[in-house]
């Protein structure tokens, strides 16, 4: 690994204030931030030297380890602790400073602590890792579950950062810009589907338009979980609609046709001679679609005969005859 100066990297001597470092990074940063340089690759490159060397020299901790030990810092100090007799001669780079650390029997546990289980390029790159799914409710009305519908709804998704491509860091350091997150919060309007047939509970997936990846993984995606409102004139079970519909005495003892409200528009129901209250009637297809298919649920209607009110004279006398005809 060749060795990098982030004195030279920033602009600034080695004896320079923190100040001085902070309006040195602020200024490179600007200049070389990939917002403004879409599509430079080298900017971005630049800017992600600027912030790994920031990184460093802004913490006065980090800053007096890289004066001692160079870049390789992080690893110089554990490679101090192994401790033992026998000693090992690691050069980190050929214009670099030779350490002499470590007993050769730890040397895998060295390895293991500073790069991780799967060897030395595992510290640097991690892998990729997808989005959580997401729920969200949506509420819809019977007429929307009936017929499906298409809908306009306001998200809040997560862009991936441009300094780090989404991984939350720049090189082995945390990137500066998003402070790890690997991406930024943003508003999002999304025209989303609903299918015929929804009922409550159903899951609507839109792939992508859930939690944001890591290390340049998929998105996850995004579920919205339905709630099919209450209807004034319809109750649903299931595909089946049940619903009553109001028959006036008359058309109930004599037959006759009433008008009927479905979710498809209204139409005639043939009431049959001396038809008795609360009798149900099913009418095969007229309830809700089946999700998924062409199918359809039934309604069941049930009549409610309607008693005249407000009777003239001659409706009164009407209903004494027939009182006198069908005594009790």
Known sequence: MANKDYYKILGVNRNASEREIKQAYRRLARKHHPDLNPNDKSAEAKFKEINAAYEVLSNPEKRKKYDQFGEQWEYAEQFA?????????????????????????????????????????????????????????????????????????????????TACGGTGRVGNRVCTICNGAGGKVIPKRLEVKIPAGVR???????????????????????????????????????????????VPLATAMLGGEVGLPTLNGNLSLKIPPETQNSKVFRLAGKGMPNLGNSAYGNMFTKVKVVLPTNLTEEERKLFERLRSLRPT
């Open 81 to 161: 602790k192994s401790g033992g007799q026998e000693r090992v001669r690691w050069d980190f780079s050929k214009g670099g400073t030779t350490f002499e650390y470590g007993d050769l029997s730890n040397f895998g546990d060295i390895f293991s602590s500073l790069f991780g289980d799967s060897g030395i390029g595992s510290r640097m790159k991690r892998e990729p890792q997808r989005g959580q799914d997401i729920e969200s409710p949506i509420e819809v009305s019977l007429e929307e579950a009936y017929h499906g519908s298409t809908r306009v709804i306001q998200l809040q998704t997560t862009e991936p950062c």
């Open 200 to 246: 409550d509970g159903s899951r609507i997936r839109i792939a992508g338009e859930g939690g944001p990846s890591r290390a340049g993984g998929n998105q996850g995606d995004l579920y919205l979980v339905v709630r099919v409102l209450p209807h004034q004139l319809f109750e649903r079970k299931v595909d089946d609609l049940y619903t009553e519909i109001s």
